[in-house]
């Protein structure tokens, strides 16, 4: 099974800044690889799959890149409402696995 | 509008069975794969099982292999998860989501299934 992990597991920061957040896999999943935004009480909505294309209505603040086993999630000018836990997906092998996540709180 | 809607939570006794719905609406429900996450408290999202809607074929992590079946009713544009011989660590959120191949890019809203004595 591939390993997703993801780092900072908590990152604090400011309306307006621009959080990058990290995932690394133990083996290449070439560029099968989505990022999720959980709100608490909310299921997890997809912000990026292909490693790098946004999902239909996600905002242009946020980006992906990456391939390979390096991955990374940037917000553009955070807004209040960007303040959530982050999950990066490999769906390039089976079984299917996530990262622990990233919980990006107000500073 | 694409939505998956999920049965309400349950509580289930040790060595007993749960059975949670996913009822579709909005796409083409047989041109679709169902997948089936559950995270438990404080745990990183945990892939289950998935199924080809179109001719039922299935698909189980290796952990869940002899406890889970997933079936589905085209009638209603339903998929189940039924789980069996249930422990204390099987109590945690339990979410199904459409898969277009790119990442799923719909979830139900999550059922909460709590395993206690």
């Known amino acids: 099974e591939i390993v997703m992990t993801q780092s900072p597991v908590t990152l604090s920061v400011s309306p307006g800044e621009r959080p990058t957040l990290s995932c690394r896999a133990s083996?290449?999943?070439?560029?099968?690889l989505a990022w999720y935004q959980e709100k608490p009480g909310q299921a997890p909505r997809l912000l990026i799959y292909?490693?790098?294309t946004r999902a239909t209505g996600i905002p242009a603040r946020f980006s992906g890149s990456g391939s390979g086993t390096e991955f990374t999630l940037t917000i553009d000018s955070l807004q209040s409402e960007d303040f959530a836990v982050y999950y990066c997906h490999q769906y390039n092998y089976w079984p299917h696995s996530f990262g622990q996540g990233t919980k990006l709180e107000i500073k | 509008q694409i939505q998956l809607v999920q049965s309400g939570p349950e509580v289930k006794k040790p060595g007993t069975s749960v059975r949670v719905s996913c009822k579709t609406s909005g796409f083409t429900f047989t041109r679709s794969v169902m997948q089936w996450v559950r995270q438990a408290r404080g745990q990183r999202l945990e892939w289950i099982g998935w199924m080809v809607v179109d001719n039922g074929d299935t698909n189980y992590a290796q952990g869940f292999r002899e406890r889970v079946t997933l079936n589905r009713d085209t009638s209603t544009s339903t998929v189940h998860m039924e789980l069996s011989s249930l422990r204390s660590d099987d109590t945690a959120v339990y979410y199904c989501a459409s898969d277009g191949g790119r990442g799923y890019y719909m979830w139900g809203q999550g059922t909460l299934v709590t395993v206690s004595s």
């Open positions: 292909g490693a790098s």
């Open positions: 083996q290449s999943v070439s560029s099968g």
